[in-house]
């Protein structure tokens, strides 16, 4: 008897699966603030230089006198705003002033002090650190060494996943990210601050992986597909619980304490899930995974003989190398194009997830909506993948996203001021799609890779969904090239651009729906040969296992 003919007896989706789906639902929830953490944590307010040895200088204009100070130290860039990063060198026996107090014959000269806008942030690390004009990359450097911990993290994780078992290493990765969150809160400087972040992205995804893992692991093969892509619908209400912080308390301090403390309710509601019964087996542990699925069943109303555990097949487990997956011209191109989108369908999701300011409009209600937007992302894919298929869902999803976002050229560049609205309309669409070809690409990539090739696959594609993640500052920082409402459509357009590529190579994979799946590396091969679509044909079976994995 295979490991997955047990759900059938004990039930594929019964109360006792729900309850512990509930449960990592939970902490799939708790852990999502902490992804996008750096969208408040990071913010950079409005701001300019301090007025030279006024020291109780205010970004508000307390007065007449104040404004006359401003005039004459403060320069005024090219959209007529105060200069970020430049004083006047006055030379009080040289200088000559104009009837604003403003001079016309002063040079100019970098600060080392600002003064900041308390209206949308009353403190970030921002602001702490002055991560402003010559130190401002390094607030995209911040998110890259985030990324970088996530990266590392999907390895680390994984590995001590199979070797100590899920719940145990779920425990690790709930104290690790409390420890590092909380940490997190009293970081002195900004060498202090990247290091924990890289742990908290290690930890994050060590959360995350785990959680889904276990819950895939308890629930029977013709719920898995839906039980995937349903818990990934969860993770933006983590997102809502963050902006309501961070809304109510405009520090960065209190906003790592509020999301970092509740995860000790985690702590909790571990204490009642139980392992995972496919690793017991896989680790000859049989006689304890026999025990939970028969409390399973119980608890299911189930009743089974205990003899049904006698003889179970945990399958064999795959171990493919890397480079089969290039073994043949077109494995290679496949595995290419995957590696592509998911980079791409990750750059663009935290793209504009994490880089709410190049929009035009208010922060937090900027955020909210790109927090809403994800919702139907996440429903769409449930109604169309099998009525259209996986290519086509996500052929229409990279294409109308890339097409939302390289639409800000026209809005921004011939609309200004006026369009605003609809440039943000328009990201936000981008936004909506890339999240819908996210879940997407994880259903065709899976279904795509050879069963001896898959477990690699899928890994080596998160990876490149983690390289995505790492350059998206940076290509929001793109923005300031330009500077000024038109440098807000490039890191668009760049994004729009890598989209409609993505769409274009994604016609060139074969369609995966109502396809037998690729069980050797032949498979691979003759996927879209006339022989292996009759062969598929006449696969018949009850239930057809889609393995999702999305970390």
């Not at 809403?372 to 229409?396: A, C, N, Q």
């Not at 594609?461 to 807000?488: K, N």
């Amino acid at each position: 008897m295979k490991f997955d003919d047990i759900f059938k007896e004990i039930g594929e989706f019964g109360p006792y699966q729900r309850r512990n789906y509930l449960l990592l639902v939970v902490g799939w929830v708790l852990t999502g603030p902490i992804m996008v953490l750096s969208v408040f944590v990071m913010g950079s307010p409005d701001h300019r230089c301090q007025i030279p040895g006024l020291y109780n200088d205010s970004y508000v204009v307390q007065g007449k006198q104040h404004t006359d100070l401003i005039h004459k130290y403060i320069p005024l860039d090219s959209d007529g705003e105060y200069d970020k990063c430049y004083l006047y060198n006055i030379d009080r026996s040289k200088t000559v002033f104009d009837n604003e107090s403003r001079p016309i014959n002063a040079s100019k000269i970098k600060c080392f002090a600002w003064v900041y806008d308390k209206t949308l942030f009353q403190d970030t690390f921002v602001t702490k650190e002055n991560l402003v004009c010559d130190n401002k990359y390094r607030i995209s450097l911040s998110k890259t060494i985030y990324f970088a911990g996530v990266l590392t993290g999907s390895f680390l994780f994984g590995m001590v996943s199979d070797l100590i078992g899920r719940k145990k290493t779920l425990f690790i990765g709930i104290v690790f990210e409390l420890a590092s969150t909380l940490a997190l809160a009293w970081s002195y400087n900004y060498l202090t601050y990247v290091i924990l972040r890289f742990c908290t992205g290690a930890a994050c995804v060590g959360v995350f992986m785990t959680t889904y893992v276990l819950a895939m692991e308890w629930v029977g093969p013709s719920t898995r597909t839906y039980a995937g892509l349903i818990i990934a619908f969860f993770g933006p209400v983590g997102e809502l619980y963050l902006e309501l912080i961070a809304y109510l308390t405009r520090e960065w301090f209190w906003i790592v304490i509020g999301v970092a403390v509740p995860f000790v309710l985690v702590f909790i509601l571990y204490c009642f899930l139980p392992e995972s019964p496919r690793w017991l087996y896989s680790t000859g542990k049989k006689e304890e995974a026999s025990k939970l699925l028969e409390k399973a069943a119980k608890y299911n109303g189930k009743d089974i003989s205990s003899k049904l555990f006698d003889d179970i097949d945990i399958g064999k487990k795959e171990a493919g190398k890397i480079w089969l997956l290039f073994s043949d011209r077109r494995l290679g191109v496949r595995t290419v194009i995957i590696f592509y989108n998911w980079m791409v369908a990750s750059m663009v999701f935290y793209g504009l997830s994490l880089n709410t300011g190049i929009l035009y409009g208010d922060y937090y209600i900027n955020f909210l909506i790109i927090v809403l937007v994800e919702f139907p992302g996440h429903i769409l894919p449930l109604f169309m993948i099998d009525r259209i298929g996986r290519k086509r869902s996500h052929f229409i999803y990279m294409g109308v996203g890339g097409i939302a976002c390289l639409s800000t050229i026209f809005t921004v560049n011939f609309g200004g001021e006026d369009l605003q609205y609809i440039t943000t309309a328009l990201a936000m669409l981008g936004k909506l799609f890339a999240t819908a070809a996210f879940a997407t690409i994880y259903v065709l990539s899976a279904e795509l890779f050879p069963t001896a090739i898959r477990n690699i696959g899928m890994g080596s594609s998160s990876c490149w969904a983690r390289v995505g993640g790492m350059i998206s500052p940076f290509i929001a920082d793109t923005a300031d090239l330009v500077g000024g409402t038109s440098g807000t459509a490039i890191p668009l357009s760049i994004f729009g651009g890598a989209c409609l590529l993505a769409a274009g190579l994604t016609l060139i994979l074969p369609e995966t729906l109502h396809q037998m799946l690729p069980e050797t590396i032949e498979d691979g091969k003759n996927f879209t040969t006339k022989e292996y679509k009759e062969k598929s044909k006449k696969y018949l079976q009850g239930t057809q296992e889609i393995i999702v994995t999305q970390f």
